[in-house]
């Protein structure tokens, strides 16, 4: 069974379009959290959701939103898209987050490689 | 000044060689460290933790120099299988909250 998952697994869309990424966990986590690995490989987090509540919003523009329905699910709109949103998407999760349990294990999905022409 | 810094490399080693990769990090306030392997075209995962005792596991072992906000990861006898690029990350708190950081990575190939 998949721990996390993400779907589309690719995706690929013009500029300007607006799109979704969804994830999924089946680990029972209160915490979901969204990343971003660009081209360079830096893996820099985006959003974090505790029991549904955000909890981290990082310097991200605000054609990016996230929302979580339920704690086993968090997606990722992102509206007019632009070339330089192009990356991996990368969804994980962890029981807690960071300032409650520090030592705690996150756990990624696949990826979601978005290319915006 | 980068939050967390790694040596890219790559380091190209044969097998059976030992090699060994540095980490370094901003905030002395930093409460916890990982290694993280991440294969080609595929998702983070956790190697192991990092404590200020030192931890092996296996043929891997990390270090952690709080004083020298420094941390270390160890591959003794490498195989094949261990190449992939090497993330280290870190839990720290700024004004901002408590969040997780993630180096660049350092990629490692083992050769036959």
């Known amino acids: 069974d998949t721990a996390v998952s993400q779907t589309p697994k690719y995706l690929v869309t013009q500029m300007g379009n607006d799109k979704s990424i969804k994830c999924e966990q089946n680990?029972?986590?209160?915490?979901m959290y969204w990343y971003k690995q660009d081209s360079k490989k830096f893996l820099k987090i985006m959003f974090s959701y505790n029991n549904k509540e955000l909890i981290i919003n990082e310097t991200v523009p605000n054609r990016f939103s996230p929302k979580s329905p339920d704690k086993a699910h968090l997606n990722l709109h992102i509206n007019s898209l632009e070339l330089g949103d192009s990356a991996v998407y990368f969804c994980?999760?962890?029981?807690?987050?960071?300032?409650?349990?520090?030592?705690?294990?996150?756990?990624f999905g696949p990826g979601t490689r978005l290319l915006v022409l | 000044r980068k939050e967390v810094e790694q040596d890219p490399g790559p380091f190209n080693v044969p097998e059976g060689a030992t090699v060994a990769f540095n980490c370094t990090y901003s905030?002395?306030?930093?409460?916890?460290f990982f290694w993280y392997r991440q294969d080609c075209r595929k998702e983070p995962k956790l190697l192991m933790s990092v404590y200020s005792s030192g931890n092996e596991d296996g043929r891997f072992t990390a270090q952690l120099n709080r004083a020298s906000q420094y941390i270390s990861l160890l591959i003794r006898d490498s195989k094949l299988s261990d190449s992939a690029t090497y993330l280290c990350?870190?839990?720290?708190?700024?004004?901002?909250?408590?969040?997780?950081?993630f180096g660049a990575g350092t990629r490692l190939f083992v050769k036959a």
């Open positions: 905030n002395s306030a930093s409460q916890s």
């Open positions: 994980a999760s962890s029981q807690d987050p960071p300032s409650v349990r520090p030592w705690e294990t996150q756990y």
């Open positions: 680990l029972g986590h209160d915490t």
């Open positions: 990350v870190v839990n720290m708190g700024n004004t901002g909250g408590f969040k997780t950081i």
